[in-house]
Antibody, heavy 119, light 106 residues
Framework: EVQLVESGGDLVQPGGSLRLSCAAS????????MSWVRQAPGKGLEWVAN????????YYVDSVKGRFTISRDNGKNSLYLQMNSLSAEDTAVYYC????????????WGQGTLVTVSS | IQMTQSPSSLSASVGDRVTITCRAS??????LNWYQQKPGKAPKLLIY???SLQSGVPSRFSGSGSGTDFTLTISSLQPEDSATYYC?????????FGQGSKLEIK
């Protein structure tokens, strides 16, 4: 059974940093692209970033470029999102998701982890 | 690439045929996916690459379209279909979502 379990969400002050983790199991993690998607309270889905199988390709939405870094450790079956210079606009539930092959969407999602940026 | 869904909200009765549309700001070569999200839950992939039904998804869900205009259809609405539906393009990063269409059951 495919499982994605996010962790690391917390209350953080504006300007602060946080590192999210996503532990993957039930599939060959090193074979798949992975994504982070977020959802602000009461709002829609926003794609944040994705990363290819060996970590050599990374893409970001403009609003997080230069502040967020996506990475992975295939030996630990884990995906990460390092978030710096956080602002209130980054407050959201952050989901990790597995990207199906051939651009067939994100077929497995974690339960999400809540990041709240507030003083 | 901007994705625009319509309507933003709708209400329909059990058994109705429901259609939600999604328009891309440029051609996305049919790399269009549909998701269903219920309150407090992660999104669930329904349709990928415009018209392919994800495993385990009921056959009352279908997708169609090409170029910039796409449609999600529920052929006979069921009570458990109450949810918000999102389209997403996978043609180019950032893999943008539509704003969502909230479907309520009358």
């Amino acid at each position: 059974e495919v499982q994605l379990v996010e962790s690391g969400g917390d209350l953080v002050q504006p300007g602060g940093s946080l590192r999210l983790s996503c532990a993957a199991s039930g599939f060959t993690f090193s074979s798949d692209w992975m994504s982070w998607v977020r959802q602000a309270p009461g709002k829609g889905l926003e794609w944040v970033a994705n990363i290819n199988q060996d970590g050599s390709e990374k893409y970001y939405v403009d609003s997080v470029k230069g502040r967020f870094t996506i990475s992975r450790d295939n030996g630990k079956n884990s995906l990460y999102l390092q978030m710096n210079s956080l602002s209130a606009e980054d407050t959201a539930v952050y989901y990790c998701a597995r990207d199906a092959p051939r651009s067939a969407g994100s077929d497995y999602w974690g339960q999400g982890t809540l990041v709240t940026v507030s003083s | 690439i901007q994705m625009t869904q319509s309507p933003s909200s709708l209400s329909a009765s059990v058994g109705d045929r429901v259609t939600i549309t999604c328009r891309a700001s440029q051609s996305i070569n049919n790399y269009l996916n549909w998701y269903q999200q219920k309150p407090g839950k992660a999104p669930k992939l329904l349709i990928y690459v415009t018209s392919s039904l994800q495993s385990g998804v009921p056959s009352r869900f279908s997708g169609s379209g090409s170029g910039t205009d796409f449609t999600l259809t529920i052929s006979s609405l069921q009570p458990e279909d109450s949810a918000t539906y999102y389209c997403q393009q996978y043609y180019r990063t950032p893999n943008s979502f539509g704003q969502g269409s909230k479907l309520e059951i009358k």
